[in-house]
């Protein structure tokens, strides 16, 4: 009611405006989402369509048990027109009615109707709480009605002109000659086809032959409509059958009146023969009552019955034929009934299998939703612990080659004409092991070590492996580039930076590590099944192993080949002089003391910011050149 308000003072209209148009589209909505061919079968015309829409409701309800549907009521009129009687928990919304009614009216009967209130009082008779609206309907005279009563008045163009007695006394056999001579043969095989079907006789209308006495006895009927229940005026039972009577046995007492033991579930009416009789066209449900059940059968749940009720004027009883409303096999069980109690004519029993056929097929549903659900959850398990097996794998092996290995193929080894290798080592790591306990050992490495993994991503250069304090990394290796002697030299000027932040624990101060370079070629390859790893073979790694060995403590030593690649780059380069390296005898080597063309922030990967300037101050200095901004933005668009 909220949403039409606010509808009608939008669109300066009345409710009834908005509610009526809801109908109209309302009806429209519900042929759109499947229900057009069970709407268009609910009657011939539109008192048969209003008469029935209790009964489609009561079936809808079978699937939506929630449902609180309105009630409708038609009474004819000796004048043609219609009092429609509507009955809703739910106060005003009655103006959706004519909406409704008259889309339908123009939709299946190609009629156009007006609908009038002519009473709206609350209905004191049914539960002293619901809204019941009579509407007077009138369907409109349109040209199609008019020009069908003027052809019903008018002779017959096939029959010849004149009294009533020639026309009997037409021959079909004889020939006729239309005005423009063409000839029309009428059979009278085919004319006698037309009335008469075998021995019986093709009438305009249908009256059914009702034999002189009923020809079945009591115990056959009984048995044969085993939930049916006949009773007077005064609600007293009459008659009840067989099955109806084992479920309430209150009922084998006959002159008992039928309301102590039952209650009218829907239509919601007082439980009377006058408000049965306004309501005679509607579905009945009757429910047992509990208080009246015998004292074992107290925690069943409590049967209900649906059915018609026939009034019989020459005996002034009513005839109420029921089946038990049931939707499956659990509710049969739970009422200790069996398919045998209901008769074999009645569609319950196609009805219970069926509903039971399709929960059946719900649960079913519902199990493969929920495997489907677990087999999502799963499959997001899987490809988050498959994505950290992979950073583990791309960890201990170049990508490309980890990919070979999971595609199962065999991995050749490489060689590589040019790269820079790179080793370093902490200075007295025996001594820091020997008076240190092991998880000292560890804390230190593990912070050098994750400070070193992230300078191989900022400088991307390839982490080898780390055995003990030895850190070894390859610039070109597996993917070969031309700058591989400038990003290994860049990397180990970040080592040295970085060992200062990590704490001797015998000293208390920073540690010192010994970093040696050299360039040349190597052979590469994947070694190991187990724990497979991509090593590096040749000269130039025992050369660059040398460098370090012969290194001096916080200080990058680099071979004569790397010299010569870095010289004229933009580091700074002090000469050490010829030394006699194990191996190879006396060589001119030299220490790397920075880079002339980059900054230590930007070697280290961090974010520059100006020296001195808190962060505060940095923060006022972006919003103030952001303002400067917008007021120059907004000056040039004026």
């Known amino acids: ?104 009216a123009k939709d299946f ?32 005279p349109t040209f199609s009605n008019v020009m069908c009563s003027n052809k019903l008045s008018q002779t017959p163009p096939c029959l010849p002109r004149g009294p009533r007695r020639n026309a009997m006394h037409w021959n079909p056999n004889r020939e006729v000659k239309s005005g423009s001579g063409q000839q029309m043969t009428h059979k009278s095989l085919t004319v006698r086809g037309l009335v008469q079907l075998g021995k019986g006789k093709l009438l305009r209308g249908f009256e059914p032959v009702y034999p002189k006495n009923l020809c079945i006895d009591l115990k056959t009927f009984c048995n044969a409509f085993p939930f049916h229940i006949v009773f007077d005026k005064e609600l007293m039972v009459r008659q009840a059958g067989v099955n109806v009577q084992k479920i309430v046995p209150g009922l084998q007492t006959m002159s008992i009146h039928l309301d102590q033991y039952f209650s009218i579930v829907h239509p919601e009416v007082t439980f009377t023969i006058s408000s049965i009789r306004k309501f005679i066209n509607s579905h009945f449900v009757l429910q047992t009552r509990r208080d009246m059940m015998p004292e ?128 370093s080592d902490v200075v007295t790591f025996t001594n820091i092991c020997s008076e240190c306990e092991p998880i000292q050992i560890v804390n230190m490495l593990n912070s050098m070590y994750l400070k070193f993994d992230r300078l191989t991503t900022v400088h991307t250069v390839y982490k080898v492996e780390t055995i003990g304090d030895a850190y070894m990394v390859v610039g070109g290796v597996p993917i070969p580039v031309s700058s591989h002697a400038e990003r290994v030299a860049n990397f180990a000027l970040g080592m040295v930076i970085a060992a200062r932040e990590v704490i001797n624990p015998i000293t208390g101060g920073p540690i010192q590590i010994r970093v040696g370079v050299h360039s040349g070629p190597v052979l590469a390859g994947v070694v190991g099944e187990k724990m497979p790893r991509y090593c590096l073979f040749g000269d130039t790694v025992n050369t660059a192993s040398r460098m370090e060995s012969h290194g001096l403590p916080n200080m990058i030593h680099l071979s004569p080949s790397v010299y010569l690649v870095l010289k004229d780059k933009g580091f700074m380069i002090q000469e050490r002089g010829e030394i006699d390296v194990k191996g190879k005898g006396r060589m001119s080597t030299y220490f790397l003391e920075g880079n002339l063309t980059t900054t230590e922030h930007e070697i280290m990967g961090r974010s520059v910011k100006e020296p001195g300037r808190p962060a505060s101050q940095e923060l006022q200095r972006c919003l103030l050149l952001f303002l400067l901004f917008n007021n120059s933005f907004f000056l040039f668009i004026e």
Not at 73 to 82: C, L, Q
Not at 109 to 137: P, W
């Open 1 to 104: 009611m909220q949403l039409v308000a606010a509808a009608c003072k939008l669109l300066d209209v009345k409710p009834e405006v908005v509610l009526r148009q809801f109908g109209e589209y309302f009806f429209d909505f519900c042929k759109r989402s499947g229900y057009d061919h069970m709407l268009r079968t609910l009657g011939g015309n539109l008192f048969e369509f209003i008469e029935n829409l209790d009964a489609l409701h009561s079936y809808l309800a079978l699937s939506y048990k929630e449902m609180n549907a309105p009630s409708f009521r038609a009474e004819r009129n000796g004048d043609g027109t219609m009092f429609l009687h509507y009955y809703s928990d739910r106060r005003g919304l009655c103006q959706i009615v004519p909406g409704i009614i008259e889309a339908v």
């Open 109 to 140: 009967f190609n009629s156009e109707i007006t609908m009038e209130i002519v009473n709206q009082i609350e209905e004191l008779e049914r539960t002293g709480k619901k809204e019941h609206v009579v509407f007077l309907v009138t369907q409109k």
């Open 296 to 423: 074992a059968w107290r925690d069943r749940p409590m049967l209900e019955l649906r059915g018609q009720m026939l009034w019989m004027e020459s005996l002034q009883c009513m005839l109420y034929q029921a089946s038990p409303l049931l939707r499956s096999l659990h509710e049969l069980e739970e009422r200790s009934m069996h398919i045998s109690d209901i008769a074999p004519h009645d569609v319950t029993r196609d009805l219970i299998l069926l509903n039971q056929q399709r929960l059946a097929e719900m649960e079913l549903s519902n199990q493969l939703e929920r495997k489907k659900e677990e087999l999502r959850h799963l499959s997001q398990h899987l490809e988050e612990e498959r994505t950290k097996t992979e950073n583990l794998l791309y960890a201990m092996l170049p990508k490309h080659v980890a990919n070979q290995l999971k595609e199962g193929k065999r991995v050749e080894a490489g060689e590589f004409k040019e790269c820079t290798i790179l080793f």
